[in-house]
């Protein structure tokens, strides 16, 4: 649709009310001519982007739909939306619109699915407006409000239901329809309640946290998780947050930036009901399909909390008299907990929310075996699709063991459909759909729906989405614990296989396991590489990531030369052969640290026969990724021969680190001796040669002082 609009918008339309005795009298009403009515229209004409053009044969779009969701009540006029674009390269020419109501309801789904997509109704229709409408330019759009009151439309002698609206353009040849559909709502007493999930989640993430750049970008004014709080503020959703993005801003402390730790006191504040996703929104399905009794938790977030962002505690006591905790070390700053950094304002624990389509009977089972906290509230909860159970289409149900909430498939993906849809005449035509739905349901009981999990979404589509499900005819606004308070209804649920790529990808991390820990247990917090590896799985499988496939693909495989450097990160450097020149020396060997915090090694050095005597341990201590030089002192017992010296990386714990190395050394050691020997007949030579020359001079010294021969 068009997103770009010319900077003089032309206005092309005002409201009408026109009168179907004289439609067609002198009356009858041109788009641009404005009327004064109890509402106000806007029409904007605009091109469309380039990339919009088309041929001519592109058909014209064609775009009607009724504000309020499509509700109207005895007394209130008919307020329609028009839109119509033209991806042509000529103008449409000046027409005439036709707007008709049928005479009969729509009395079942099948009904509304028969009128929405091949206009099949029974009975008549009345025409309710006839509008000439302006020429509408080449690549171009324009919108257009038509407010019909109750003397036209006769809406108020109607029964309650649903009634199907035709929409005709016709412009001289050429004549294109829509269909949508208004509801005349039942008396509102005994209503049923009605609750709406949304997510609060931050998109597809390759590393364990959101960083301060990414959160800048996220919280801003055009951000994402901006967008997506703007939504749901005042309104009825149930919140169910990635707690990953709370974790992200508390763990940088002093240096979050603003707008993030704004976010999130806005977040805190807000009296929605919610629960925690996983962290990083991770697929459930995907970690009981990898074999793992329970999901995956973070017990720390050590990689991720620089002393340097937090204070020392406030050792002065407080107005009551109490004094605050003591920090560990007196004076050094006290770090959040990880249920301090996860906090996201819970009204319950333990609800567990797979991706829809990917979970069934086997991911309940085993959710349900699930124990909860001392502060939990309840055993835990699963939140599944009615597509996966049987026998019942309740919204509290009881499968097994497994407590269950139970949501309409099909109204959620109407719903998810309309949150990403941007058009606003076209979300409004979808929202009058889903309305009519409902109504048709007639369902007695509570109804559960999901605004589901999506990227890129506007505020204003998600916002219009959730005001839908909370403005629905007969239903009231229902939290979760009211939900969950209703009486259940036993069910069996569907198996549902999980996706094989991403249980697969979790299988190899949980592989890599025992090797990363390992590694972990050089450095002086092993959780300093074990927190950041769990956080980066998580957040690789979270369920943002479906919709870009080959993106993640391309993740798991640069996660994985990852997994398999850093299960490396620590060893020997090779060398060469030893010779051993003397029957005392220092060997020197080099330890790598590919690791980005200092490592701390023991380094054992065995010979292979007695004739070598050497230092068995040393213990090593290297730099972030640096290199660090070790010697070992050798005594070799021989004057000559061939041996050979076993090394092994150890961790401090005693573990071995990579594979053993074994190094010959060829002894010399009698050429220490004979080397003494020479060089002390060198030097005897010499002195010995010094001499002689000495005596000689003195003598023929002697006998040029007298002149005479001796």
Same mark, same amino acid.
Do not use: C
């Given at each position: ?27 009858? +009403? ?14 904007? %004409? ?33 307020? %329609? ?9 000529? =103008? ?11 005479? +009969? ?60 609206? *035709? ?108 629960? =925690? ?27 991720? $909390? ?41 009204? +319950? ?14 991911? #309940? ?30 919204? *509290? ?7 269950? $909430? ?33 109504? %048709? ?5 509570? $109804? ?80 300093? $590489?074990?927190?950041?590896? *769990? ?51 220092? %060997? ?39 290199? #660090? ?78 002149? +005479?021969?001796?």
């Amino acid at each position: 649709m068009v997103r770009s609009w010319i900077a003089q918008e032309i206005d092309l339309a005002m409201t009408f009310s026109p009168s179907v005795a004289d439609r067609r009298a002198a009356n009858r +009403r041109r788009w641009a001519r404005p009327l004064v009515t109890a509402a106000v229209a806007i029409g904007l %004409l605009a091109p469309l982007p380039a990339a919009a053009a088309t041929s001519d044969e592109e058909p014209v779009g064609f775009t009607v739909a009724p504000s309020n969701q499509g509700v109207v009540a005895s007394g209130q006029s008919l307020v %329609l939306s028009v839109t119509t674009v033209n991806p042509g390269a000529d =103008a449409l020419a000046e027409g005439e619109l036709v707007i008709q109501r049928g005479a +009969r309801r729509l009395t079942t789904e099948g009904a509304l699915d028969a009128w929405l997509t091949a206009g099949d109704a029974s009975g008549s229709f009345v025409e309710i407006s006839t509008t000439d409408v302006d020429a509408v330019a080449a690549q171009s759009e324009a919108n257009a409000t038509l407010a019909l009151d109750d003397d036209d439309t006769g809406i108020d002698d109607l029964a309650a239901g649903v009634y199907p609206i *035709r929409a005709t353009y016709d412009t001289g040849g050429e004549s294109v329809s829509t269909r949508t559909v208004i509801v005349k709502p039942r008396s509102a007493s005994g209503a049923a309640g009605v609750g709406v999930i949304v997510p609060i989640t931050a998109g597809a993430i390759s590393t364990g946290m959101l960083g301060a750049e990414a959160l800048t970008e996220l919280t801003g004014p055009d951000g994402s998780l901006t967008a997506q709080l703007d939504a749901v503020t005042a309104t009825p959703a149930i919140l169910a947050v990635d707690p990953a993005i709370a974790a992200s801003i508390r763990a940088l402390g002093s240096s979050a930036p603003a707008t993030a730790e704004e976010w999130l006191d806005r977040l805190m504040a807000l009296p929605n009901e919610r629960f =925690a996703l996983q962290y990083g929104d991770a697929d459930l399905a995907a970690q009981v399909g990898a074999g793992l009794d329970a999901p995956l938790q973070m017990t720390s977030f050590a990689p991720y $909390l620089d002393p340097a962002n937090f204070d020392p505690p406030d050792t002065a006591g407080t107005d009551d008299g109490d004094t605050p905790a003591a920090s560990p070390t007196p004076g050094a700053p006290v770090l959040p907990t990880p249920e301090q950094l996860l906090e996201v304002g819970a009204t +319950r624990d333990a609800v567990y929310w797979p991706a829809t389509g990917t979970a069934g009977a086997e991911v #309940a089972e085993t959710l349900s075996g699930l124990g909860t906290s001392a502060a939990a509230s309840g055993s835990p909860l699963i939140v599944l699709p009615d597509s996966v159970v049987n026998e019942s289409s309740a919204t *509290r149900a009881v499968a097994g063991e497994a407590e269950l $909430l139970v949501y309409d498939s099909d109204l959620s993906a109407d719903l998810l459909e309309a949150s990403t849809t941007d058009a606003p005449t076209e979300r409004a035509a979808l929202l009058s759909a889903l309305t009519a739905r409902t109504t %048709l349901a007639a369902a007695s009981g509570p $109804l559960l729906v999901t605004v589901d999990r999506a990227d890129g979404r506007s505020s204003a589509a998600l916002r219009d989405t959730i005001l839908a499900v909370a403005g629905l005819p007969a239903r009231v606004s229902s939290g979760l614990d009211s939900l969950v308070a209703e009486d259940a209804v036993r069910v069996t649920l569907d198996p549902v296989d999980a996706d094989a790529a991403r249980a697969a990808a979790l299988a190899g991390f949980i592989d890599a396991g025992p090797d990363l820990n390992r590694v972990a247990a050089v450095l002086e917090d092993p959780d300093l $590489l074990r927190a950041n590896e *769990r956080a980066t799985e998580l957040q690789l499988l979270g369920n943002a990531w479906s919709t870009s496939p080959e993106d993640w693909a391309e993740a798991i495989v640069a996660h994985q030369a990852r997994i398999a450097a850093w299960s490396d990160g620590v060893a020997l450097v090779p060398g060469q052969d030893i010779d051993l020149w003397g029957s005392n020396a220092v %060997l020197p060997f080099t330890v790598r640290n590919d690791l980005p915090w200092p490592a701390t090694v023991d380094l054992f050095v065995t010979p292979n026969d007695a004739r070598l005597v050497l230092t068995g341990e040393t213990t090593v201590v290297v730099g972030a990724e640096q290199t #660090a030089r070790v010697q070992v002192p050798v005594e070799a017992l021989v004057g000559s021969g061939r041996s050979s010296i076993d090394l092994q990386l150890r961790t401090p714990g005693g573990v071995d680190l990579g594979e053993r190395q074994t190094y010959s050394v060829s002894v010399q050691a009698e050429w220490e001796s004979a080397a003494m020997i020479g060089l002390s007949v060198l030097v005897t030579a010499l002195v010995v040669l010094g001499i002689v020359r000495t005596v000689r001079r003195r003598r023929r010294g002697g006998v040029r002082s007298d002149g +005479r021969a001796g």
